[in-house]
């Protein structure tokens, strides 16, 4: 691949990695402010084992019901403040991180613009990216859930143990990913100084 090309796509994957940042910053501005704003949406998956009645949906064919084990979209009319604000810990959290992983990568790319990145500081810029998606992903993944199970709490008439529905599997995989890339380049950093030292 020749040195343009290779430009080109550093180019491309850097102002992708910024676009990604600031739509992620404004959207979450967005919805902070539109969270403290009375009568705003708010959604929340409820269990079917919570609900009652569910064996009298009506515009289904013969044979079909609704999952037992599933889960049922609803929208609060007139939500609380305190409604509101659980259903912004269910998505604020996320947009955070996924901006601050986009303006790492950012950072990096730029620095692999305009130097030579295969160096040891990028590898290690990597795994601490990789670290950050995972540890932090993990915790927004909690928050995310406990908010889910207040929310759920305010708006179902009997308590339930709220089971989380959802896996936090896709932040663990894409935090490896980045860690694996990190060390693979600084073995091949490693790899090249021993190179260089017998040359």
Sequence with gaps: MSENRIRSWLRWLRATATFVFIAALCLAVALLVIAFIPGSPVTQELPATALTGLDQVRGITAGVAVDPSGWIPFSVHDPSLAQRLLYLLT?????AVIAEIARRMANLLRHAQGSDPFTGSTAQALVA?????????LGTWLLSQAAQAALSGTMLTSSVTFKPHQSPL?????????????RILDRGVAMRAELDSVI
């Design 170 to 182: 896709g932040w663990i995989a894409v935090g490896l990913i980045f860690v694996a890339i990190g």
């Design 91 to 95: 998505v604020l959290p996320g947009l």
């Design 129 to 137: 990216v990789g670290k950050l998606t995972v540890i932090a992903g």
